[in-house]
């Protein structure tokens, strides 16, 4: 007989009878097995690493904020130079700033998400087209504020308003509304637009009324994750429009508009780091507190956006 | 080429002269010719707004290193030391007697805050695709996907405060340093900062790997760790290596959360426990402060020029790789 690796369970051959023996796991097959287990528990936990400490952190987050969670702690201006109050003024400035960016990202965004599914054809146009998104998607976000502050504040003569920062937020967030429009348009099977030019419609007659209405949820829930992502950022608001402290009505509707364009504002991004870093004598929960509204904020729209992907998906009817 | 008529058009609908269209003239209902002259006009306008659209992004891109560029120029011609600016570590903008603008200690940095974050990001994203896209199976998949994109959704100032407030303490208990934001806080910050954009480009590019590769490879015997290591990984590895750049790409590019915790000191790190400043948080930190127009207020602007020219080059690496990747497959 051959020396083989399974000598060793060969010895013990005329203890078993020969079925038995048939199927027993070599030490080979052993030794695999137990490097499939290995691997698999390594990958396993090289991903629990990643996601818990995480969801630790997050609750850690809510119970030392605890203490200052609130209706008002929404509803309430900072008060007493931020020391006390709640995260009303930021609060509204990021809806502010949001609202405005989407005005621009969104409708560029989008037509350039059918430019690049339902217009372009391939050729070396169309490849700078996709390389400049990837890239303006890759640009460190304190160069978009850079820009802004060039461009917008200086040059366009904004000044630092909410206007420049919401415009520097759409150019930053607009390859995000790209790539979701166009991954959305991608979807409808080419079968629905070859059935619609067959019956002598224009490419464009064909995007209308066929390819929108079949994604427009799909490009909803680019639009929704573009809110997340704009409502985060403070590097590009940094110099272009968000400042630490702006006097904001407590009462009236004037509390609800408090900002126009033209008018720095506060954003709930730049207010925590002001919090965190700038101002001093702020207790610790209001710290945390901000920083869990902000992220809930976020974590909501996200979900949401997440939420309705799954329920498209799952209603999906080609 | 049987039968010539049936041949469709490439793609699009196909060109027929509108003029010589049957359908225009013979519908009882057929609108009048100027209102299909209107419409048609208005169709035209909205193409051309798609296609300026679709443009849009070049001109963004353009722009972008256009307005940064003209804010720096200026320095070419004011006796800028650029030789300095490129190799001295002395970042000293403000001082009265001679002020200097060398950017070598903040360049490296960014540099070793990213590195060491690739050094922990790099194989726990890796795992972690592996884990979701060969392992994990049904709901569990499901949900560590949406766990993953939500980490990615998480802002950087978030991750500011959270090294700062809690990272930093742990830091200081465990290594009995002083202050607890420094080249290691930040390293693990953009860590697991960079984590989720790493994950997502290698789970897609194992998806890319046809399922033939692991059926094959199952049905001679392979363990499924096999299948990863020696068909997965060699037929991927292209894919992983654009996310390990795109992972980088956003790591040299983060702000806010690296201008939190890093500790703030121009300096070239000798130790993990070292304060540092990179070139993100540098313009961060200084731009509010400065003079519009003045050297210090351009010298940031070409630090801004210089975070673009890097980024640039990294995202066009990883996008020649991927391109690789499709030309060879279309081949």
């Not at chain 1, 126009?260 to 702020?282: E, I, K, Y």
């Not at chain 2, 002020?99 to 805050?113: E, M, N, R, W």
């Not at chain 2, 540092?276 to 003079?291: M, Q």
């Amino acid at each position: 007989m051959r020396k083989t690796p399974d000598a060793a369970d060969d010895r013990n051959a005329a203890a078993h009878p020969s079925g038995e023996q048939l199927f027993r796991p070599s030490t080979y097959e052993r030794s695999k097995a137990r490097r499939q287990a290995t691997a698999r528990w390594v990958f396993l936990g090289m991903t629990l690493v990643l996601v818990l400490p995480v969801f630790a952190i997050v609750g850690y987050m809510v119970i030392q904020a605890w203490p200052v969670l609130s209706f008002s702690f929404l509803w309430e201006n900072p008060q007493n130079r931020m020391t006390a109050g709640g995260v009303w003024a930021p609060l509204v400035g990021t809806f502010c700033l949001v609202f405005f960016s989407l005005l621009f990202a969104a409708p560029i965004g989008v037509l350039a998400g059918i430019y690049l599914n339902e217009y372009a054809r391939d050729n070396w146009l169309t490849r700078a087209v996709n390389l400049a998104v990837m890239n303006l998607a890759g640009v460190p976000s304190i160069v978009h504020g850079l820009f802004g502050f060039g461009a917008f504040v200086l040059f366009a003569g904004m000044g630092k308003s909410v206007l420049a920062a919401a415009c520097t937020l759409a150019v930053m967030t607009l390859p995000v509304i790209i790539t979701s429009t166009r991954e959305a348009l991608g979807a409808v099977p080419m079968a629905f637009r070859q059935a619609c030019w067959n019956l002598g419609a224009s490419r464009w007659h064909t995007v209308r009324t066929i390819v929108l209405p079949n994604s427009i949820s799909g490009i909803l829930t680019g639009v929704i994750f573009e809110v997340s992502r704009a409502a985060g950022e403070t590097a590009p608001i940094l110099f272009t429009g968000a400042v630490y402290y702006v006097k904001v009505a407590d009462h009236g509707w004037e509390a609800f508009f408090p900002y126009g364009p033209t008018d720095r504002c506060m954003a709930l991004s730049m207010h925590l780091f002001t919090l965190a870093t700038q101002a001093s004598g702020v207790p610790e929960s209001l710290q945390y507190g901000t920083a869990v509204v902000l992220m809930a904020l976020i974590l909501a729209v996200n979900g949401l956006s997440i939420g309705l992907r799954s329920y498209l998906r799952s209603r999906k009817r080609w | 080429m049987s039968d010539p008529a049936s041949v469709p058009p490439a793609s699009g609908p196909p060109r027929i002269s509108r003029a010589a269209d049957p359908v225009d003239t013979t519908l009882p209902n057929a609108r009048s010719r100027g209102a299909r002259g209107w419409v048609r006009w208005a169709e035209r306008l909205m193409e051309g707004l798609i296609y300026l659209c679709g443009w849009s992004a070049i001109l963004f891109v353009l722009a972008i290193f256009f307005f940064v560029f003209i804010e720096a120029a200026p320095l070419a011609v004011q006796g800028f030391d650029f030789v300095e600016f490129f190799t001295s570590v002395n970042w000293r903008p403000t001082s009265n007697v001679r002020p200097q603008f060398g950017t070598l200690a903040l360049l490296i940095g960014s540099l070793s805050v990213t590195g060491l974050a690739m050094l922990l990001a790099v194989p726990l994203g890796l795992g972690a695709a592996v884990y979701i896209s060969e392992f994990a199976t049904g709901k569990t998949k499901e949900v560590l996907k949406i766990v993953v994109e939500l980490l990615a959704a998480i802002p950087s100032v978030v991750w500011g405060f959270i090294g700062m407030m809690v990272l930093g303490p742990i830091i200081i208990r465990f290594t009995g340093t002083p202050v607890g934001v420094n080249l290691l806080n930040g390293s693990v910050i953009l860590a697991l900062m960079s984590v989720p954009i790493i994950v997502s480009i290698a789970e897609d590019a194992l998806k890319a790997v046809p399922d033939s590769y692991r059926e094959a490879a199952l049905s001679l015997g392979a363990s499924q760790w096999e299948v990863v290591y020696r068909v997965l990984f060699p037929a991927a590895k292209n894919g992983l290596l654009a996310a390990v750049l795109l992972g980088v790409g956003r790591a040299i590019g983060e702000t806010m959360a690296v201008l939190m915790v890093t500790g703030h000191a121009i300096q070239i790190p000798r130790s993990l426990l070292d304060p540092i400043r990179t070139l993100t948080a540098t313009i961060a930190a200084e731009l509010g402060e400065t003079v519009q127009g003045d050297t210090h207020f351009r010298a940031l602007f070409l630090i801004g020029l210089v975070l673009f020219a890097l980024t640039f080059v990294v995202n066009l690496a990883a996008d020649l790789i991927v391109k690789g990747i499709r030309h060879e497959k279309n081949a």
